[in-house]
Each structure stands twice: as structure tokens, then as C-alpha cells.
């Protein structure tokens, strides 16, 4: 599994693994989705987390034991999904975890998907060679369920032949090894479906990035034995599908189902061949920059095991000649942007800046990229797809496409999908994928659920949050993604466990705090009100658009929105802890522009009004000075005759 900032070639195929690709960015609505999340069409699916930890380096499945199928006892499928909460920051490249439950009673782990591995493994409580991860090493005595996997001629056996074995070796050099047991796993406290029982792998032993990895371990959804996928399958309780949703460039949040869902309308697909290939290929044949197709043969794309995706790498590896064709491709349509160094001296990454940090307008700058499959059906990429922002530059990008090294596969990592809801159709041979926003889907899925642990990037520090905040207005957020609603302010609910006494004087400290967290000017955030609550302070406060504008972007809206919802404001210590009680978008007003600067016109209002009252003071004056009040005039002066009037 490639991680985060690896630029090396990116992996060695062997049988027996399987990869699904990672996703995320791009606009479409995700009501037909959520109908068969809530109770509509295949009522066998599950929902898991997917939590965002930080690596920086690349990791590959290269062995896979085969092992013989073990008939598990089937049971009636369930209607129920398991609903959990994605954190996460796609500013930072990373991979994502989810939370899975062992044992009884149920011992919590951090695993990483990988769609390029067939075994879930967690650290055990006897390994002596295990770092320290997330969370404690799973302890099968504490488990009134668990059971060694005895051995049996399908699994390679311990010394005393008495127990199966599994061992890893991965491209890095990392490995894990230990011992398989069969234990109940369950997908969170959301899901009605009931714990099932499956093997999986207690570790004993890792090496390199295993070992210093932040979380505890792997699930792996390869096809194989050992397959969480398989196992789940061979039991009836879900159909032979799965679809993974990651979020975009700016934003984050997602989701995974295990099981089939109702395609959305409007969703495209590629063949996918397990005959092909024994990873989660697709038929690539065309690729287009700018409506124009790179002039290459399209044998290219299927060179050694094909197109294929993996949930495990960042980025995308295309085989020499097609990487040289579509990097030149890109750079033809730049000449406005200067190219810079990237912001690893060990890498060339190929970086560009003057394109602004708005990832809505980078299609201004940036050419449209579309993949063209078999059927002749077309996967339309937008620059988030195929771009990673630069860490050292503001408003500076990178190419998140690299050559292969030497090897013919094309390898398409999670940035091609980005906001992109991709379903591994593996009961019909077949991969679907569906423009959408992950975050928004992910949030509305989740909306009833208690917010899991913060990623390990926020440990240590001083923010601390006690409580989930209120269900956002759904409707409201539907209405922006689809361009139906214009967001003209964002107000916002915080209520601070610090008396109003004490806040008063760093008021305008909180402002610019809170403006740094959500990236926005600090002129963009109004204190509008406050409410005292015993020893705490319920804070209203206002985001406008910035300088004249009369409302936010659709992706300016959607960032504050989703840190606001996802903790990614952190206080100092001095402001206490905090709480997100309500959140609200409002349209643009009408006489916006005279609410903003009511108090400005009326100033100038009162001074035009006080300087004309002052000129004609300073003339009237003037002129009785001339004249004076008792002025000498002569009787032979002449005067205006009077008229008589009538008696």
C-alpha cells in the first residue's frame, strides 16, 4: 500500500491480492446514495469510517498464502448499516483508517483500508516487537469468544504445528507477522447488524513503517480467504460489493460500504476482469487533456496487470511514454503559471504557482482531463484529481502523476477519485464511479452519530470537545452543492466554558483565532451577540464574504462549513474548551451592501450634513458682521416705496 509523499514505483503485483481504488472530489448530489443507506435498495450494506492518519511512505502487498476456503455458516442477510463519522484533512496527504470492534467485549482498533491486502491484522498483546500505536494491543484473554485458527492443510503452521501463522512483506521493507485467530468483529455502535465472527491476524512481529505507523493495523478488502470482504460475503450477511467515497482537495470527509448499493443515476462504469488481472483492474483506453487525446497507443494501458486501482496509494503511476505524453500535455496549457521546486528537496516534483487557493477556480487555470474506457463511457477529471497542493507555497500545485519506474501497470491512486463515489461491482465484474461530494455525504450519513477520536495530527492538543455538535441544516447544504443556494453569511453557535467577564477583553484576540482556523480574513468574522450561562458564554459570530462580494464560493462555503463540523478549530488553553451548538447558512441580502456599511454611510451622511451646517453658519455670520446690528443709514438713503393697503 503506497503512503502519502512515496514517489518510488509504486508496487510489486503478486497473486492472491486485490486493490480498490481510493476517492474523492466533485459535485453531484448524494440523495440517491443515502436512499439506500436509510432503508432503500439492496438492504445489505454497511457503512464504516474512514479516519485520515499521516504517513510519509509507501507501503505494497507482495505476498499472498492462498488459502483454502473454509465453508462458514450462512446467515439471513441484514437490513441494517453501520453509520460512523469520517475526520479528516486532505490538505495533508496521508491514509485513511477506520474503526473496527474485536473480541467480546469489543476491543477498538484504527485500521488502515487497503484494498491491496487480504489480511486484517492488529498488534497482539504478546508481540515484542510491535510500536506504539493508537490504540491497545487487542488481548485475545480479555475475549470470552476468541479462538486460535488451529492448524489445517490450507494455512502455513507455528513450530508446534497447533496454530495457522500469516506473515507480511511489503516493498518499503516493512513486514507483520503473528498468529490467526477467529474472534466476533463488529463496524461501530450505528450498525444493527449484528457482530460476526471472522479470522484475522494477531500480530507477533512488524518491521519499518508497521512498526512506527501511528495506526494499530490493517483491514484488508483484497479478494482472498482472509478477506474481511470475502468472509462477510461467504456468510450471506452482505452482496459481493463495496464502495469507498473520499473527500476532495479542500475539504475531506467519507465514507465506506460494505455490500451493494443502489447506483445513483448518471453512474458510469468500466469493465473490471478478475480473469485480467487478480487486482481491481479497469479498461482503460484513452486519456484526454483539454477535449484533445494523447497521441498514444492505447495497448499501452494495458501493459503487465492492466489499469489498476488501489485505496492504498496517494497519487497515480502511469508507464513511461504515456506519463511523458500527459506531463507535456499539462504543461502546454500553463504559460501563465511559473513553475517552481517542490516541496521535497528529495523529489522533482513538477509545481506551479500563481494559480490562487481557491480549488473551485483552478478549472480557470488547469485543463479538464477526462478517461476514456472501453464502452467509450468518459470519467471527467478535474484538477484536484490529478493535482496535490503545495506545502510550502500558498496557491502553488503539484503534478500527482508519476512515471511508473520501469513497470507497463498504469496504477491509479486515491487522487484520481477524489469526490468521487466508486463501487467495486465484483458480482458483476464491474467498477462504477460517480461525481460527488464525498464530505456532504459522509456528514449526512453520519449526522446522528457521536464524533469518533480526533486524528493523531491534533494530539496534544489544547482544544477539547465533549459533545457532538447539533444535526447541520442538510437541506440547506444539498441546496449549495447543487448551485440552488448562494451563501451570503455563515453564522455559528460557540458556547465557551469561560464567563463573558472574562472573555470581553480578547474578543477580538477569539476573532482573528477563529478566522487563522477557518482561513478566512480576519475583517470576514463578526461578533454579533453573546448570552452569560452560568460560568459559560454562548458566542454568536458571522462569516461574510470577502472584500465586496455579496457571497461565498461554492467550495469557500463548503471549507468553513466542514471545519467548523469537523473540530478543526483549536483554541488556546486561555479560552477554555469549546462547543459547536448551531451552525446556519443564510442567502445574500438584497441591501446586503447597505448592512455591511450601514454605519460608514451614516458617518458621512452626518458629516456632509454637519459640514453644510457649518458653511452656512460660518456665511450667516459673515454677513451680520458686515451689516451689524445698528447700523447707520442716512434719511436721505433711498428705500423701496411701501404700498398703502386699504383700510
Not at 411 to 427: A, F, M, P, S
Not at 634 to 641: C, G, K, L, N
Amino acid at each position: 500500500m503506497a503512503r502519502a509523499r512515496d514517489r518510488v514505483a509504486p508496487l510489486s503485483f503478486l497473486p492472491g491480492l486485490l486493490f480498490l481504488a481510493s476517492l474523492a472530489a466533485g459535485d453531484g448530489s448524494p440523495e440517491p446514495f443515502l436512499q439506500t443507506l436509510t432503508g432503500g435498495g439492496v438492504p445489505s450494506a454497511m457503512v464504516l469510517p474512514l479516519v485520515l492518519s499521516y504517513a510519509n511512505s509507501s507501503r505494497r502487498s507482495n505476498v499472498g498464502r492462498r488459502f483454502g476456503r473454509r465453508q462458514l455458516q450462512r446467515e439471513d442477510p441484514s437490513t441494517a448499516t453501520a453509520r460512523m463519522r469520517l475526520y479528516d484533512d486532505l490538505l495533508t496527504n496521508g491514509y485513511y483508517t477506520t474503526r473496527l470492534y474485536i473480541g467480546t467485549p469489543p476491543q477498538k482498533f484504527a485500521l488502515i483500508v487497503d484494498s491491496g491486502s487480504t489480511v486484517t491484522y492488529v498488534p497482539c498483546s504478546s508481540c515484542e516487537q510491535c510500536g506504539n500505536h493508537q490504540d491497545p494491543r487487542f488481548q485475545p484473554d480479555m475475549s470470552s469468544t476468541y479462538d486460535p485458527l488451529k492448524c489445517n492443510v490450507d494455512c502455513t503452521c507455528d513450530k508446534e504445528n497447533m496454530q495457522c501463522l500469516y506473515e507480511r512483506q511489503y516493498a518499503e521493507m516493512s513486514s507483520s507477522s503473528g498468529l490467526l485467530g477467529v474472534d466476533f468483529i463488529s463496524f461501530g455502535k450505528e450498525s444493527a447488524l449484528k457482530p460476526q465472527r471472522a479470522t484475522f491476524g494477531c500480530e507477533t512481529s512488524e518491521s519499518g513503517d508497521l512498526f512506527s505507523q501511528h495506526a494499530d493495523g490493517i483491514m484488508g478488502l483484497g479478494r482472498g480467504q482472509l478477506s474481511i470482504m470475502d468472509q462477510l460475503v461467504d456468510k450471506g450477511v452482505i452482496s459481493d460489493s463495496f464502495s469507498l467515497c473520499y473527500g476532495g482537495m479542500d475539504i475531506g470527509g467519507g465514507a465506506m460500504v460494505l455490500g451493494g448499493i443502489t447506483p445513483p443515476h448518471g453512474m458510469i462504469y468500466a469493465r473490471s476482469n478478475p480473469g485480467r488481472s487478480p487486482y481491481y483492474n479497469i479498461d482503460l483506453k484513452e486519456i484526454h487533456v483539454a477535449g484533445k487525446p494523447l497521441r498514444l497507443n492505447s495497448k499501452i494501458f494495458n501493459g503487465n496487470h492492466g489499469t489498476v486501482l488501489d485505496s492504498g496509494t496517494t497519487y497515480a503511476y502511469l508507464p513511461e511514454e504515456a506519463f511523458r505524453a500527459f506531463r507535456d500535455a499539462i504543461m502546454s496549457k500553463l504559460h501563465s503559471l511559473k513553475q517552481i521546486r517542490g516541496p521535497d528537496p528529495n523529489y522533482k516534483d513538477i509545481c506551479f504557482s500563481g494559480a490562487g487557493s481557491d480549488v473551485s477556480e483552478l478549472s480557470k487555470t488547469f485543463p479538464e482531463v477526462e478517461m476514456v474506457f472501453g464502452n467509450g463511457q468518459k470519467l471527467s477529471l478535474s484538477p484536484e484529481n490529478y493535482l496535490f497542493q503545495h506545502s510550502k507555497v500558498r496557491g502553488a500545485y503539484c503534478l500527482g502523476v508519476f512515471q511508473n519506474g520501469k513497470d507497463p501497470t498504469t496504477l491509479l491512486g486515491g487522487i484520481v477519485v477524489r469526490n468521487t463515489l466508486v463501487t467495486y461491482d465484483r458480482q458483476n465484474e464491474r467498477i462504477g464511479f460517480w461525481k460527488t461530494n464525498c464530505s456532504v455525504l459522509s456528514e449526512r450519513l453520519h449526522s446522528n452519530e457521536a464524533p469518533a477520536p480526533a486524528p493523531s495530527v491534533f494530539s496534544g492538543s489544547n482544544l477539547s470537545i465533549e459533545e457532538s455538535p447539533a444535526p447541520s441544516p442538510i437541506g440547506l447544504v444539498d441546496s449549495v452543492l447543487a448551485g440552488q443556494f448562494r451563501v451570503g453569511v455563515i453564522t455559528f453557535d460557540m458556547f465557551l466554558n469561560i464567563s463573558y467577564v472574562d472573555l470581553v477583553p480578547h474578543i477580538k484576540e477569539l476573532a482573528e483565532l477563529i478566522a487563522n482556523e477557518l482561513e478566512v480574513a480576519s475583517d470576514q468574522v463578526h461578533f454579533m451577540n453573546n448570552t452569560n450561562n452560568g460560568n459559560g458564554t454562548l458566542i454568536r459570530w458571522a462569516i461574510f464574504p470577502e472584500g465586496s462580494s455579496s457571497s461565498f464560493s461554492n467550495s469557500t462555503a463548503m471549507g468553513i462549513i466542514s471545519r467548523l463540523t469537523e473540530h478543526r478549530v483549536r483554541l488556546p488553553e486561555n479560552f477554555g474548551s469549546y462547543k459547536l451548538v448551531e451552525w446556519n447558512l443564510e442567502p445574500p441580502s438584497r441591501r446586503s451592501w447597505w448592512k455591511r456599511h450601514l454605519v460608514a454611510v451614516a458617518i458621512s451622511v452626518s458629516m456632509l450634513l454637519l459640514l453644510s451646517f457649518s458653511t452656512f453658519l460660518v456665511w450667516y455670520m459673515r454677513r451680520r458682521r458686515i451689516r451689524g446690528p445698528g447700523a447707520y443709514r442716512s434719511v436721505d438713503d433711498a428705500v423701496p416705496e411701501q404700498e398703502l393697503q386699504p383700510m
